[in-house]
C-alpha cells in the first residue's frame, strides 16, 4: 500500500472554509473526538503536550459566538467598536457544527522555550484541520475578533502563560474550494548540496 499519494490528496485539499459557507449540518460527536485524538499526536519536545481545547457543540456554538460577540463589545475601545463587527461575530457559528479554541497551555518543562510550545500546539491543530478534510469536514482558522485580546484568556480562565492560538470552526460545506499560493516552494528552499 503506498500512503503518500493519500496525505499528499488530504495536504493540498485542505481549504480554509469561512464559516458563512458552511451549511449548517451537524458533525457526529465521534469523529469530533477523532480529530481531538488526532491532536493528540502532533510532535511534542519533552512531551509537554502544551495544547488545551474548549470544545463547544451543539447550542453552546451559539453561545459562544454570543459571548465572543460581548467581549468585542465590552472590551474593545468605544471609538473602534461597530456594530456590523458585533454581528459577525455573534453570528459567525450559525452555520458551523463545533467551535474549537485551540490553547497553547505552557507545558511543566520552563526549559522549553515557549517558542516551541506554540509550534507544537500549532502542530496540534494542524492535525486536526487534516483529519477534518480526510472526514470531509470544512474548518476555518480564525484569529480575528478578540482571539488574542486578555479578555479572552480571563473567559477562558487561562494562566496568564497560556496562548489563545486560534478560534477553529468546524462544519460541512457544499462548496469545494481552490487554493492558491503566491510563491512556489522552490523560492522558499535552500537547497545545500
Ligand atoms: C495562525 C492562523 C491564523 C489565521 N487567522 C485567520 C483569520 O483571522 N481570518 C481569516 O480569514 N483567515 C485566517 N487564517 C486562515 C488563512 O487565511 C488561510 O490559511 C489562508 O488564506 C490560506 O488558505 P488555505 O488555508 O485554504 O490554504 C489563519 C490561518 C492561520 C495559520
Given amino acids: 500500500m ?6 499528499q490528496q488530504i495536504i493540498q485539499t485542505r481549504r480554509t ?10 458533525i457526529p460527536e465521534e469523529q469530533v473526538k477523532d480529530l481531538l485524538q488526532l491532536a493528540n499526536w502532533a ?6 503536550e502544551p495544547w488545551h481545547f474548549v470544545v463547544y457543540t451543539g447550542e ?10 460581548d467581549l ?7 471609538e473602534k467598536f461597530t456594530p456590523e463587527k458585533y454581528e459577525k461575530l455573534a453570528h459567525m457559528g450559525d452555520l458551523a ?3 474549537i479554541i485551540a490553547i497553547m497551555q505552557r507545558g511543566k518543562l520552563p526549559a522549553i522555550p515557549v517558542l516551541e510550545e506554540i509550534a507544537a500546539a500549532a502542530c496540534a491543530v494542524q492535525n486536526i484541520l487534516l483529519g477534518a478534510t480526510a472526514l470531509g469536514i470544512a474548518s476555518y482558522w480564525g484569529s480575528g475578533g478578540m482571539a488574542y485580546h ?11 502563560e497560556d496562548l489563545v492560538l486560534g478560534i477553529i470552526y468546524l462544519g460541512y460545506s457544499d462548496k469545494t474550494l481552490t487554493g492558491r499560493r503566491n510563491t512556489p516552494i522552490h523560492a522558499k528552499i ?4
Avoid: D, W
Fill in 43 to 48: 510532535p511534542t519536545h519533552g512531551l509537554t
Fill in 60 to 69: 453552546k456554538v451559539q453561545e459562544f459566538c454570543r459571548q465572543h460577540a
Fill in 72 to 78: 468585542y463589545q465590552q472590551y474593545i475601545p468605544a
Fill in 150 to 160: 486578555p479578555a479572552m484568556k480571563t473567559f477562558l480562565k487561562l494562566q496568564e
Fill in 2 to 7: 503506498n500512503s503518500f499519494p493519500a496525505i
Fill in 97 to 99: 457544527s463545533h467551535v
Fill in 190 to 193: 535552500t537547497y545545500v548540496e
Fill in 17 to 26: 472554509t469561512k464559516p458563512g459557507m458552511m451549511n449548517g449540518k451537524r
